[in-house]
């Protein structure tokens, strides 16, 4: 390394073969799979124990209505078996030095205590855990073991422990061990695995974090979390989808023998749907911005009610319906020939009466106020940063922006690049964005990449 | 509901013109409805405060001059709180009110006072003065006042002033408050028949029978005594301590305007003596209340006390020198303070008497028949329509 750098001194430098992406979203995958099909070699390190994101939790896509798992799981099985793309799941990036072309970069990773190469994936372990939490990938509409495989399609496909729901861990093994007993495999689980911390040398890092998406309970006249049948869009989605907890059923949620709040096949179908657009987004209380998808996922949630339940009655409260992309106009314009009822007007509040949810609005357009009562009410979350991008950002040296999405280089000409040299951002970590201009995003600084590689020869850093 | 005429004038200045009477984002506003189906109070025929923002955001200020909306409003801050813009449509409906007693007012004093506090500082110095001179003039103490105390070491209060018997003190008094009754109660009843042309004879498009009138009076009474609409927000306490206050004051103006002579009397009656009692709960209900105003619009919060026109800082300042100066006045009495007692009763009602001539008709306190009657026209509009918009849980529109 050369000390003049630090001073901000010209110096030439041969940048590194091989990338970091962090996050195996879409974008992630895209990114990776991009720049391993060129030829390069690339750690996609994934802070949750399979790649897919949140694409391998929706059931279709707008405006088209593709299967969204039939798109995605293919790219995430090339992934998997990429010989140039080395899969860090469980993993977080913990230090970033070095500098741009040769980037030293820290990673713990995360034990899954479950053997990579010798798990056969039988299901032994987990037909016997005790232990359940809510599942991840279920958005919470269903409860999965402590010993898991996210989902049927999930990359790795192997199983792993997650500590917080692990009998034994949180007994500190004194109670239960069952999974070690019934594996078939020897050696194959390890309760007493370590973490372990990787040192890895890239020349560029792509950023690929994504989202979360907004806390319901924050509104809390919505009453999210209080009322069972309020659901957030993404637990809709789960619903819908044919591998979901209820089989692609629609079904109210109802409490278990233990319990706890989940979706069943029997639940029992709802007579009217009601969607509220605009929750977390476009609200100077909580995000100002619009977070730019759910207008058009909500349409498409509308029409797959729509086509699952014919005769239910399905509502979208909306202030303003942003259809703006390609096909997108003519998406709206068909759900509205569905029977699907557009109310110009923000829900202000709802309430329970007699199980049914009781809607206040105003109807802007025929300038009356509607009180409603639905079966059940979809809230239509908008999309905030992930977690940890604050201290991802101070650590690569990348500025977020105040509402925390990564800031770009220009909005207009370089929405790839970032203020630091080799550090690349593609997807909604970057601000709001649907598929199509996340993949195109990731191909993008896929592109940036291999550009400074393959000139790299000789590239100047200032 | 409706009010607007066949020629509709824009003034493109409104917006800046009313920002005098009220601060708010109001251009913000995006039309998301929130605001109105947050609020317990809008319902068909009569949706606020989105409705008036919209009216606002065209410029049709003759629309809002003719509207009644702004008085249905009991600014519990719930739209406020919760409007995506920070657009402040409640203060918008509060800043309307404001306008509004200034388009009732046939004299044009109310908009000078509202425009600006030097001309409402300037009227309320004016009569406090002419207050102090005509006692000092007219009605000064006696050379030997200070005998003028009961058997019970109380003051014996009609019977300070120089030249005219106790009896016939009370009496001046008592004819006093007569006239101010009169001056205030005629400015009142004019300016409530211009708000009943502008927002209902002006209205070409509702009708209303006579037998309407007759039917919906009772909604006039009731609303002006319990302000039950008021109880229907979601802040209830608001409503409670509201209604102390306003009892309070009610009392005390009946037992001072009515019962005079009962009250003003020269003995010193025990504690529980009705007259008292009511003086004791009166105090109390209008300090309690005026206490947590104060603390509540010094602090700015909740949202409803982030903005204070200097309307409202004198209304409650009035109101507070009022009550103080009439607890200090007992306890001299008590005391048997002679000269403390006669000069606390000239400042007393140098407090009052402006007050109440400036703040009922001109000011603030003309809410006391402006929402009560707005209450009785917006039932007046809404039985006139031909099919009552019970709308409620309708399916939606496709």
């Not at chain 2, 609303?223 to 927000?233: L, M």
């Not at chain 2, 004198?314 to 007692?341: C, K």
């Not at chain 2, 008497?353 to 809410?367: A, C, D, G, Q």
Request: aromatic share 10%; charged share 20%.
């Amino acid at each position: 390394m050369n000390s003049s750098s630090e001073n901000g001194n010209e110096f030439h430098q041969k940048v590194h073969p091989d990338t970091l992406v962090i996050g195996a979203g879409i974008a992630g995958i895209q990114a990776s799979l991009e720049i391993a099909n060129a030829g390069y070699k690339v750690y996609l390190v994934e802070k949750s124990g399979t790649i897919g994101g949140h694409m391998a939790m929706f059931d279709k896509t707008f405006p088209t209505l593709d299967c969204a798992a039939c798109i995605l799981t293919p790219k995430m099985v090339e992934v998997g078996q990429h010989s140039r793309i080395d899969l860090l799941t469980c993993s977080e990036v913990t230090e970033v030095n070095g500098y741009p072309g040769a980037f030293k970069v820290k990673i713990h990773k995360k034990a899954r205590f479950v053997d990579q190469q010798l798990c056969i994936g039988c299901g032994s372990c987990a037909a016997k855990c005790p232990g359940k939490a809510p599942s991840e990938f279920d958005s919470g509409t269903a409860l999965r073991k402590a010993i898991y495989i996210p989902f049927p399609q999930a990359v790795p496909n192997k199983y792993l422990i997650d500590p917080e729901s692990c009998l034994y861990m949180q007994t500190d093994g004194k109670k239960c061990g069952v999974c070690v007993k019934f594996c078939p495999v020897n050696d194959c689980i390890d309760l007493h695995a370590m973490d372990e911390e990787l040192n890895i040398e890239v020349g560029n890092i792509v950023i690929a974090t994504g989202f979360k998406i907004f806390d319901a309970k924050k509104v809390a006249r919505f009453g999210y979390g209080k009322f069972p049948n309020v659901l957030t869009s993404l637990e809709l989605e789960r619903l819908i989808n044919a591998g979901g907890p209820t089989e692609g059923k629609i079904t109210f949620r109802t409490k278990d023998k233990k319990g706890n709040w989940v979706f069943k096949p029997d639940g029992g179908a709802p007579d009217s749907v009601a969607i509220i657009h605009c929750v977390g987004s476009r609200d100077e209380n909580c995000n100002a911005y619009c977070s730019k998808v759910c207008c058009m996922y909500s349409l498409k949630l509308a029409h797959l009610v729509k086509e699952k339940l014919p005769a239910t009655a399905v509502y979208e409260y909306f202030i303003d319906m942003r259809a703006f992309g390609k096909g997108y106009e003519e998406f709206y314009q068909r759900i509205k020939k569905e029977g699907v009822h557009m109310i110009r007007g923000k829900t202000a509040k709802i309430e329970e009466i007699k199980g049914s949810l009781k809607l206040r609005s105003e109807d802007i357009l025929n300038n009356r106020i509607i009180e409603q009562l639905a079966d059940m009410v979809i809230l239509a979350v908008g999309l905030e940063p992930s977690d940890g991008v604050k201290q991802l950002s101070e650590m690569i040296g990348v500025e977020i922006d105040a509402n925390g999405w990564y800031k770009e280089l220009d909005s207009l000409l370089d929405p790839v690049g970032t203020a630091r040299q080799g550090v690349t951002i593609a997807g909604v970590c970057q601000g709001p964005k649907d598929i199509p201009d996340t993949v195109a995003q990731a191909s993008a600084a896929a592109a940036r990449v291999l550009q400074s590689i393959e000139s790299l020869k000789e590239v100047e850093f200032i | 509901m409706g009010g607007l005429t066949m020629n509709t004038r824009v003034n493109p200045d409104f917006e800046k013109e009313l920002q005098k009477y009220g601060k708010g984002n109001w251009n913000e506003c995006f039309h998301c409805g929130n605001c109105t189906a947050i609020c317990p109070l809008s319902e068909d025929g009569f949706l606020f405060p989105r409705n008036s923002i919209r009216t606002l955001q065209m410029g049709l200020e003759k629309k809002l001059e003719t509207s009644i909306e702004p008085w249905l409003c009991y600014y519990c801050g719930d739209c406020s709180e919760t409007c995506p813009r920070d657009a402040n449509p409640g203060e918008l409906m509060m800043a309307l009110r404001r306008y509004l007693t200034t388009r009732y007012d046939w004299t044009g004093l109310s908009k000078k006072f509202y425009t600006s506090a030097v001309w409402e500082y300037a009227a309320i110095a004016i009569i406090a003065l002419l207050v102090i001179v005509s006692f000092l003039v007219f009605l000064p103490l006696r050379p030997d006042a200070a005998l003028m105390v009961n058997e019970s070491g109380g003051v014996m209060i009609n019977s300070l002033v120089a030249g005219v018997s106790p009896d016939r003190f009370v009496t001046l008094i008592e004819y006093g408050d007569w006239l101010m009754a009169v001056i205030v109660g005629g400015l009142l009843i004019t300016n409530i028949f211009n708000m009943y042309y502008k927002t209902i004879i002006a209205d070409k498009t509702v009708k209303i029978p006579l037998s309407a009138y007759f039917k919906e009076f009772w909604q006039l009474i009731y609303n002006f005594v319990t302000q039950a609409s008021f109880s229907k927000c979601e802040k209830r306490s608001y409503w409670l301590g509201h209604l102390l206050l306003m009892t309070g004051y009610t009392i005390m103006f009946i037992i001072v305007v009515v019962f005079l002579p009962y009250f003003q009397i020269e003995e010193v009656v025990p504690v529980w003596h009705w007259q008292r009692l009511l003086g004791y709960y009166a105090t109390f209900g209008i300090l309690f209340f005026l206490g947590i105003v104060i603390f509540q619009r010094l602090r700015k919060n909740p949202i409803t006390m982030k903005f204070s026109h200097a309307s409202d800082w004198i209304f409650i300042i009035m109101l507070a020198l009022t009550t103080l100066t009439g607890i200090i006045l007992h306890i001299f009495r008590l005391a048997g303070m002679v000269e403390a007692t006669y000069y606390t009763y000239i400042i007393h009602l140098a407090v009052l008497v402006p007050m109440i001539v400036i703040e009922v008709p001109f000011s603030k306190w003309s809410h006391l028949a402006y929402r009560p009657f707005a209450i009785y026209f917006s039932k007046l509009k809404l039985a006139t329509l031909k099919e009552k918009s019970v709308r409620k849980l309708a399916p939606a529109i496709s």
